[in-house]
């Protein structure tokens, strides 16, 4: 018989966000979740979002990561898989985390089995109701075209305006009332009565683990107040990682 892998779950880091000292000490939280993560679980998935503005140029790393960039592939190389959810703070992504990293990235949420259990896991951006004015820029921002002509633009003024762009997306999203009916939810339901087991998302910063029926939903909440992972063997958990 096989034995069951362990699988943890991340997502909403936000790095990049804040000023030097915050991020500095949230960095040093994550890698050391990273080395944690090399000796106790066998794959991670990054549920989107790890960066808050993250602009691929095709020769050309943004600055300020190079530290979780290591961890996260000395973490492949030990023999870890690892998930990358492309979020709605990620604006264009390329080959890097695939050929550099070693990561799988995923442009969509997925139905995968892990250990028998059948889930849906993605990053949930798109979902939230009444939020049409999100659903207009995404559909900006992941046009190819217009990801090319902003590859032409000097890299110090390309990430100093995605910064920018992400830090207003944020005060819109915190100040918006969406009403009461969570979409995230809505889908959660929806992909149960279809026999998903699990379903995963983040982007709504609103940790939550909650039983429907036969199913159970699970948010990740976010590293911007207090950081945490999902475990999953035989059953699922969200584990505070001080």
């Not at 030990?78 to 990620?90: L, P």
């Not at 995963?200 to 909440?221: D, P, T, W």
Request: aromatic share 16%.
């Amino acid at each position: 018989m096989t034995e069951n892998k362990t699988y943890f779950f991340i997502s909403d880091i936000h790095l990049g966000l804040n000023n030097r000292e915050v991020e500095k000490e949230k960095e040093r939280k994550l890698i050391n979740f990273l080395h944690f993560a090399q000796s106790n679980c066998s794959e991670l998935y990054i549920v989107g979002d790890l960066f808050d503005y993250w602009f691929e140029y095709k020769r050309v790393v943004q600055k300020g990561f190079f530290k979780t960039l290591s961890a996260l592939t000395e973490l492949a190389e030990s023999g870890i898989k690892i998930h990358y959810f492309i979020g709605n703070h990620d604006f264009l992504h390329r080959d890097f985390f695939e050929k550099e990293v070693g990561a799988i990235l995923y442009n969509d949420a997925v139905d995968v089995f892990l250990n028998g259990k059948r889930f849906y896991i993605g990053h949930g951006d798109g979902l939230v109701k009444n939020d049409t004015g999100y659903k207009i820029l995404k559909l900006v921002l992941r046009n190819k075209l217009l990801q090319r002509l902003y590859s032409a633009v000097h890299p110090d003024l390309g990430i100093k305006i995605a910064s920018s762009s992400s830090k207003k997306s944020r005060d819109y999203t915190s100040n918006k009332n969406y009403g009461t009916v969570d979409g995230l939810i809505e889908t959660a339901y929806s992909k149960f009565d279809s026999g998903i087991e699990y379903v995963l998302f983040g982007h709504s910063h609103q940790r939550a683990l909650e039983k429907y029926n036969n199913g159970i939903y699970v948010n990740l909440g976010s590293w911007l107040e207090k950081p945490c992972y999902g475990k999953f063997i035989n059953s699922f958990e969200i584990i505070d990682w001080e």
